[in-house]
């Protein structure tokens, strides 16, 4: 089954017969089989005509609204496919499940980031050794808590820690980073970080709305109707991003 993105803007996306067509003015980019689709992601400037929502309605595939950045504006659902089926389970976890969920993002946020400090150790030979043993330090403790409220302050602590040490893995004399700064960012730094963390947070939001949880229940952040508490606990392993990606080939 496949995914229509249409993210180029000023798109329309439109029927004709068993299959959507994706136009930007007279030129065709591209069509989509029905049978073949599974849902429908459009972003920002662009739309999708009356007669392409209600033939995706007739075969219950969901259409995805989204800003140019991936936040979720919202969707269209059939009603026969049901919303947000997943979040009644979200609503029966008991605080002990809760528990072991958040230490266990915890625990993977902490270890991403003391891999990514020692790495950057061996690379450069950056003295980090002190600042490696409390964050190891961080993740023992992490099984002795066995309250949320506890384990939201060592969090902070841990992040605090982290901070502290990421300034010396910047060589750039343009990007000096002294410690996180946020609302408003107090450097280039900052306001990369602060970027590229909204950037993570806006497709985690729209991942987790598509998936038919309940973005507002989490487990280790505290949710409100102005926060949706699960992406921020589902962004938090990938914060620090330590896993090396490949680069493009070489041929010989």
Not at 230 to 237: H, K, M, R, Y
Request: net charge positive; charged share 20%; with cysteine.
């Amino acid at each position: 089954m496949k995914t229509l993105y249409v993210s180029q803007q000023g798109c329309t996306v439109s029927l004709q017969q068993e299959q959507l067509l994706v136009k930007r003015g007279a030129h065709l980019l591209g069509q989509v089989a029905l049978p073949t689709l599974e849902q429908v992601f459009i972003f920002g400037q662009s739309q999708i005509t009356t007669q392409a929502i209600r033939a995706c309605l007739d075969r219950q595939i969901p259409i995805a609204y989204l800003s140019r950045l991936g936040y979720c504006y919202g969707r269209t659902l059939a009603i026969e496919r049901g919303y947000r089926q997943l979040a009644r389970y979200q609503q029966e976890i008991v605080l002990g499940d809760r528990l072991r969920v958040a230490q266990s993002i915890l625990r993977g946020k902490i270890q991403n980031s003391r891999v990514l400090l020692h790495r950057q150790q061996r690379r450069r030979e950056i003295p980090l050794t002190e600042t490696l043993a409390t964050l190891a330090q961080y993740i023992l403790r992490l099984r002795k808590i066995h309250d949320l409220e506890q384990l939201r302050g060592l969090e902070g602590a841990a992040a605090a820690t982290y901070f502290s040490a990421f300034g010396t893995c910047i060589s750039h004399p343009d990007f000096e980073f002294t410690g996180r700064s946020r609302r408003p960012p107090g450097n280039p730094v900052n306001a990369l970080l602060s970027f590229g963390y909204q950037v993570l947070w806006n497709h985690m939001f729209a991942l987790i709305e598509l998936q038919d949880l309940d973005p507002y229940q989490g487990c280790l952040h505290e949710g409100n109707y102005r926060h949706p508490a699960l992406a921020s606990d589902l962004i938090e392993e990938f914060r620090a991003p330590h896993r090396r990606f490949p680069g493009p080939r070489r041929h010989p």
